[in-house]
């Protein structure tokens, strides 16, 4: 169609391209096609508009030319730091609410009612201990029962701070938030009271309202963040290095495929096996077995545990869809567009929504709960061998290429690598590769992508110059999974690292029985970030530092969701400086933009000053590669290497 953009400048991944063209020769729509319809109100991407009550909507003309206070008086800093808020309390709640998901799961699972095992008594020892639960003598269910209470109680808690607060924070980090008052007592409570304070005519401070969201973010990592990896560990075991496949081609033609896509593992994890329980049902309908295929986080904590094939990331989450071949999409809350249905209803594919708070209009619902999990899980695995009888041979195409990836690399695993260079002292190796310089620092590549920015090109140029310029990298969430895609998570992708980290991951490597390590380590979904928060603690404890002390960074190249502001902030508040390669909406106030950002030097309060840590929003992957390693350097030079 002519006006369309070309494909290869929507996505660098060439299966993604092909799907887009196929899916313009059949007149479908998809979410590249919707971003380049869609103009960008100038207002909004800068924060400045504002719907918080029936005076308005207000918006505040830049540069001082028309209306500087919405009706109410609100001026232009008031309205950012209300609207950032708020995008951080959408990113809390919706963390928050899958942890308290798994403790329920947890909770019936022991109670007899709900058919999951516990598999991480390990994890569950030490969680318990961590808590000041006495564990001698006692049974695995009875140490859930306690650890559950514990966790249960940060939700309701009228006093004191967070449990997994006092559980995972670094010391220091712990003494700056109470110094500060920034202790939260029970995550609903603080959603609740954060939602109080920002609507028409409470707060108005934009500096009280960014400590506010400071605060909110403790939650989303310690309620959300923490509490998910660490209980989902309990329930299903704590991940271990594991090889898979990328991109679409783990699509099969001849067999039964099922995307799985959302975020919280309890369903995912039953799909999984009902597909082990049902492959004997796949002949009877022609097909030669039953194929799972991740999207997304529900990709990611799969692959983690349990090594299944990722077909895509965020963006291009229709793809499957367009193959032809998938027979169903089975989707549980959060980051699943909409538009799905609309793609969907082209072929034979099934949409199968699963939660009771996240339905979509026209697709099939089968409700989900732990208590009827099996049940859930056969009936989808069921529809979609039903449905592979309903393909359109015209419409079938997958595009070929695969690309091979380790992930699984949680903290246990990583030091589990590492003993294997030094048993006693497993984290030596890894900080003496830092203060010879061998490697110059790490950073975490986090979140999403996002169908205005060329697809995964952020996420892979901003590793490959960090690579190059020997600093570690980890990742996570869907920007992981671009780097899967590219080779990236492979001992492969060994050749664009520079000498120094070369070196180094070759050594781990080699004493692991491996030709190496890949140059960035997959850590898992979104909520596991509390892996490379509780890595940075460690190393933060060995050397007898902050955490705001270590040369590392955090960086969202192709950011789209509000949990992805939730999760920088906690880094933030944590002493990580974090790199945003989206507009965050706050350039409409210079006070929010200062503070984040210490761009200006005199400014009397910012993050940076307060936490440790600072925005770096940069849009141009090598130059934010420049600005993330100029912070290493001086990081390193203030630790005195
Ligand atoms: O929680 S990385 S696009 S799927 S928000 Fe969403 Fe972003 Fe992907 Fe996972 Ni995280
Ligand atoms: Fe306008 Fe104030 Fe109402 Fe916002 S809260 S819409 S700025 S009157």
């Excluded at 559950?148 to 220091?172: C, I, M, P, R, V």
């Amino acid at each position: 169609m002519k006006g369309q953009p070309d494909v290869k400048d929507l996505t660098m991944d060439t299966g993604v391209q092909q799907m887009l063209e196929k899916a313009r020769e059949e007149g479908i729509e998809t979410a590249f096609d919707r971003a380049a319809k869609m103009t960008q109100c100038g207002f909004g991407s800068q924060g400045v508009c504002c719907r918080l009550c029936l005076e308005g909507p207000c918006r505040i003309a830049p540069k001082g030319k028309g209306p500087q206070r919405g009706v109410c008086g609100a001026d232009a800093d008031t309205i950012v730091a209300r609207n950032l808020y708020q995008h951080v309390m959408q990113g809390t709640s919706s963390h928050v609410e899958h942890a308290r998901e798994i403790v329920h799961a947890l909770i019936e699972t022991i109670e007899g009612h709900a058919p999951y095992q516990i598999q991480g008594t390990d994890k569950l020892k030490c969680l318990a201990q961590g808590l000041g639960i006495d564990i001698e003598g006692k049974e695995i269910n009875q140490l859930v029962k306690e650890v559950t209470a514990k966790a249960l109680e940060d939700f309701q808690k009228q006093h004191g701070t967070l449990n997994w607060l006092k559980l995972k924070s670094h010391e220091k980090n712990f003494q700056n938030w109470e110094a500060l008052n920034l202790l939260p007592e029970n995550a609903h409570a603080e959603i609740a009271k954060s939602l109080a304070r920002t609507v028409m005519g409470a707060d108005s401070d934009p500096a009280n309202l960014l400590m506010g969201t400071v605060k909110l973010s403790l939650v989303d990592g310690f309620a959300g963040l923490h509490m998910s990896t660490d209980l989902q560990d309990v329930m299903f075991g704590t991940p271990r290095a594991v090889k898979a496949q990328y991109r679409l081609g783990v699509i099969k033609k001849d067999m039964v495929n099922i995307a799985v896509h959302g975020h919280v593992p309890l369903l995912a994890e039953k799909v999984v096996e009902w597909a082990g329980k049902l492959e004997g049902e796949a002949p009877k309908v022609g097909a030669q077995g039953i194929n799972i295929v991740g999207v997304c986080c529900s990709g990611n904590e799969l692959l983690m545990r349990k090594g299944v094939n990722v077909a895509t990331n965020y963006a291009s989450q229709e793809m499957p869809i367009i193959t032809g071949a998938l027979d169903a999409m089975v989707v549980d809350i959060q980051c699943i567009m909409p538009g799905l249905q609309q793609v969907a209803q082209c072929y034979h594919t099934e949409l199968i929504t699963t939660i009771p708070y996240s339905k979509i209009s026209g697709a099939t619902h089968i409700e989900f709960s732990t208590e009827k999990a099996d049940e859930a899980a056969r009936e989808i695995v069921m529809r979609a061998i039903s449905n592979f009888t309903k393909r359109d041979p015209n419409k079938i195409s997958i595009p070929e290429e695969i690309t091979e990836a380790y992930a699984g690399f949680s903290v246990e695993q990583i030091v589990e690598a590492l003993s294997a260079v030094n048993k006693s002292d497993p984290l030596k190796p890894l900080v003496d590769s830092i203060a010879s310089g061998s490697i110059l620092g790490a950073v975490a590549i986090v979140g999403c992508t996002n169908p205005r920015r060329k697809q995964d090109k952020y996420n892979v140029e901003l590793v490959m110059e960090l690579i190059k310029n020997n600093v570690l990298v980890v990742a996570t969430g869907c920007s992981a999974h671009s780097l899967g895609k590219f080779g990236l998570l492979s001992p492969d992708g060994l050749k664009y690292c520079g000498e120094g980290l070369r070196g180094v991951l070759t050594a781990v490597g080699q004493a692991n029985g491996l030709p190496a390590l890949p140059p960035a380590l997959h850590m898992g979904s979104c909520v596991d970030n509390s892996r490379i928060a509780d890595l940075l603690s460690a190393l933060a404890g060995y050397l007898n530092v902050g955490v705001k002390d270590l040369p590392v960074a955090g960086s969202c190249p192709e950011t789209h969701h509000p949990k992805a502001l939730a999760i920088g902030t906690y880094f933030l508040a944590s002493g990580v400086d974090v790199h945003v390669g989206v507009n965050p909406q706050v350039t409409g106030s210079e006070l929010v933009t200062n503070v984040l950002t210490a761009a200006k030097e005199d400014f009397p309060i910012t993050t940076d000053a307060l936490f440790g840590g600072k925005i770096i929003y940069e849009e141009d992957s090598v130059k934010a590669a420049e600005l993330i390693i100029e912070r290493i350097k001086m990081k390193r030079k203030a630790l005195g290497i």
